[in-house]
């Protein structure tokens, strides 16, 4: 039986109009980073909750954050669509563009770790490279203020709007694949699951619903008593956990969306962060706070993995005389916890142990075409 528990980390000061309006953990789970309505990035200590760093960005409140996959930068949306690039260590400024004419609601990294997507009130999401900021990409079709988006294993993007709909699209070409209609208010937090498979979304009326993103379908919903602040498939795919601005977090089943666990967090949270183990979850919270749930009874489920399939060439003595070299394929699978890749000549059917952290992995979702190594 799965369990939430609110963690004693350190409360921090009371920072009152200080609302954290985005949270993101590190690739290695070990510190958040928030975006404060005061304009400053401030990064956490995920096992005591004490602040380690902070970074005033300017001098207008910040409404996204996020840290590239190898740690090594923060990037921070402001409610003026500045997007603004940092050295982590430095803290020095990297790069600063005008990503959007209204705020920044959302920054995400694609699985490929250099694609970039920024949501924005201004009704678009952008594409774009790190490295090169300015060689933007919008994606168009929504309605509203697309309030965030993210990435799907195999690499399209999910995207969710105040218009009441949720958009898929194929990130390579920007084509819009899909929309998922059901809501009837805002989306205002959503989710793709670890395989590509479902999605889970959440409304300013309460409403949760899972998606089959096959059938761009709804196959369950559930009415809760708040806005839904943030919603994230755990790393096993069986379950969702959602919060909502009375500060009740839930655990769901997925597909059925049942309760199965639930806490009072006792503060208001403006935004959620589920951490790449699914151990952990992060609320910030109005009052510039902080607050760390444990997700306990879970560490022994395998974890949902994608698997890509990369050609190798065997250049043996007969292909050297004939002249064809005998091309065989390897499995690769990223363990979503230390991002060691596990390899394997044939797609595993079965779980089977990470090479790093050994927790148990199971292969799920469309196995994706790799470059020759």
Partial sequence: MAVLRLLDAEPGPDRRGADLYSCCY?????????AGWDGFLRLWDAPTGGEIASLQVGDKPLSACAITPDGRRWLAGSIDGVLTVHEA????????????TRPVSAIRFGPDGELAATAS???????????????TRNLTGHKDIVAGCGFT??????????????????????REVGVLRGHEDRVTAAAPSPDGRWAVSGGRDGVVHLWDLASMASVAYVQGTAEVRACYFLPDGASVIVADADGAVMMLSAPGLDVEAEVEVGAKPQCGDLSPSGTEFVLGGEDGRVYFLAVEEREASALVVTAGRRPHENRGMFGRLLGKPRV??????TCPV??????????PNQPFPCPGCHRALRVSGPVRELQAS
């Fill in 26 to 34: 590190s690739s290695d789970a070990r510190s958040v980073l928030t």
């Fill in 89 to 100: 260590e430095s803290q020095q400024l990297a790069a600063r563009l005008t990503a959007h």
């Fill in 121 to 135: 009130w201004d009704g678009l999401v952008a594409l774009r490279k790190l490295g090169k900021e300015r060689e």
């Fill in 153 to 174: 294993a195999d690499g399209r993007l999910l995207s969710w709007s105040h218009d009441g709909t949720l958009r898929l699209w194929d990130a390579v070409s920007g």
């Fill in 328 to 333: 065989h394929y390897v499995y690769e699978c």
């Fill in 338 to 347: 230390c991002r060691r890749v596990a390899e394997s000549p044939q797609l």
